[in-house]
């Protein structure tokens, strides 16, 4: 069937929003990688009006009206789709007003220098007015924009898991806790210690082995480029993916993991075709399958006793002085399991633990059933009870993400989700293209590309992200495999 | 006293004006600095939105009235010339149709690779009909912007020179032939022959020493970066200006004179109070007095006998085997006279005469009294009347500058008005702080940017560009300063 001409006009206008979101994306890559530090008055401004421009086209009512139109209009599925995704964002941005809209930038915009100098000076009551400020408008926000009989929170998280609802996400991540639990436990109780790495690692060689990882993990650097930062990320679509890491002479792992990781994002950005990259179908589905993403090449593959043969040849030679011999001397040191404070620094078991400490608190902070004035106690006490250790100073404990500083509630879980994704998409793949450890060990992983290509990131936005998953899988969403791939490898490891 | 309220709104909005053209400025930078290759197509899309965008805000009839009934109000010095001058660029953007200023967007932009593809194959014919529609479409667009008799080539050098009067410019560059003519003759029978570099300099010393020079020169790091790209460039305001090199192993010195000259232009940027960065006087005036600046640095400074004492030994330090001994060699080195095809590889006596072959033929080409059929022949016959060689081929005569494939026309100029602006500024300067021969050999070059800032920088577009250069210089805009250091320099150099 052919769309009617109407549909082509609105094509034209979703191709200028996006455009003027990628445009903010670069302005947001080049202010963390290139721009001096006198530029950032001048960006500030930039991204201000930029914002301004967007969200006026956004929620332009003759817009409102197109969309309303072609909604009823005989389409083929993929305009169809379209269509309906972008009602779907003109729809949020229309609810909320104006002035609330303003209101939250403006604060999270200056939220960020008071929770930095907060967390310099481990002081969370420097932060807790300006968090409480934060979450009264993200309150109101969320009144705008929920459904039915969704709760504030539902709302929220919706903005990064579409369709995801609460009454599914929460059990699904609570029945993590018993099993996370239980393996913790086991682990600490073990008399099995693997070594961690220590000297000075050379980050000339570092940036040079993190290309050789991009390189085999097939990184298109025609459409990316690899930069430094202070926090590793990656940016943009397409044709424009890309990267950052950061270098560290005590501890190599930390680039290279994170070059992995943010490797596995921009393969999947780069997979969306160029002929999609400017429709609302060509966008990444959700922030749980974006991870899942990072997190299946992260650890599924880059943590497994294959590719850690394949690294630990080239991390030899890359560092002669190492001292790594033994093959597997490099699986068993990043697969290290060791109680800490920091989220971005946990190990696979605990990975997850301060994902939910994070979930259940926000929960509360948005229900309103937890005041910001508790949240530091809270936060500690809850820690050491699932950590068994105690939080010593606030930048190692409820001041250590920037997330809440920028108003993301309902970000957090994602990670879980990504995680839980990762692991049911790895035992369908193993099932549909047989074992994979010989390739990797060859660094050879086209395969697993190839697999997530077709299954994941051609898709783009054309299912909702629950939806996508089991299309892939061939059943619900569901912990099983993860917590299973988790139990099985570290009871190996720690000869449990 | 104090301006009405109205005029704060009008500020509000000349800032988010100032705002899209500088993303404008730094999404171009990052596509010849940063952008992988693929990034192009979506890059494309990128900047014909915000194109748009802006111009949508430019014309807004209710900016215009505003800016009307501001024009009669009263209001402070500052505030008067900040309303006239975006009434000029407000004025200028309405004059224009829409379909006109989109075509001209169109065409020039496909014209750039037209040109790139027909210089490389040295086929003028190849880009002949694509110059003849933009020359056409120039002519139309002049018809719209020109006022009261003035001439449509006029009208087009406004766009770079604002107020510069042809019957004033005409006279003034065409003045400068006979006594260049007349010392490249000289220099061409002398019997003195300074010797040029060979050999290999490595790039990363070429960097090292880029950079040594733009410390002394007193570039500020912290609103600034200094990279690589094909051409050099500089770009951005205020806080945050970049500007970049080339390395070409065979030939240090490309490298480390665009750098001066970049740093000239950056240094005037630079300039520009925070203050009044987005404001219509906070910026700079017209591309002569840019121009004057790069100039004055690259050459009344960068090749003056005192510069190179410092710079020779710097140069000696970098690169131990260039046998640079003699304190002189240097000077002679980066002041030798050469006839060429090339404007941008020309030194400061032929520089101006290519300016000439250009300024003549545009004029003509815009008035209608050549046509582009003749132009390749036209070009070579002129070019070999004033130079006294024959051009081989097209990319080294009349496809070498990427100008009037962008719809440049009235640009060039601007590079002769520059070394003029130059010569006369740095005459004043030195009758009023002194001889700085012994500071410059010294490295201490801070003396002639005080005097740059308070005389030109920080004046931004206060005054017309003939009334700054007035005001500074005491005389009225002349070429004798300019000959009278060329005769001077080089009658000592070649013992003329």
Redo the contacts between chains.
Sequence with gaps: MSNPKAYDEFLEYA??LR??S??AA??SW?QEV??????????A??M???A??AHEKQTDPAYGDQLSELIDMPLDLLAKRNVELAKRDHDRATKVPARLASEIARITSHANTVWAQARSDDDFSAFAPTLETIIALKREEADCIRVDDQSRYAALLNDFEPGMRLDVLQPLLEGLRPRLAALREAIAGSAHRPSSLSGDFDTQAQMTLAREIADVLNY??????LDLSVHPFST?????V?ITTRLDPANPLDCLYSTIHEIGHALYEQGIS?QE??MPVGHHVSMGVHESQSRLWENQIGRSQAFCSWLQTHFASAFPDSGLKDPTALYRIVNRVETGFIRTEADEVHYNLHILLRFELERELIAGELDVGDLEAEWNRRFERDFGIAVPKASQGVLQDIHWSAGLFGYFPTYALGNIYAAQLMDAMIGEIGPIDDDIANGRTKAVLDWLRSNIHEKGSRMAPDALIESCVGAPVSSEPLLNYLEQKFAALYEL
């Design positions: 191709k200028s455009a003027l990628e445009i670069n302005l080049d290139m721009m001096p530090p006198a530029g950032g008055t001048a960006r401004e930039q201000a009006v930029l301004a421009v298109d650097w025609n459409a990316g480029r943009g679509m397409s044709g424009d890309r160029s990259a400017f």
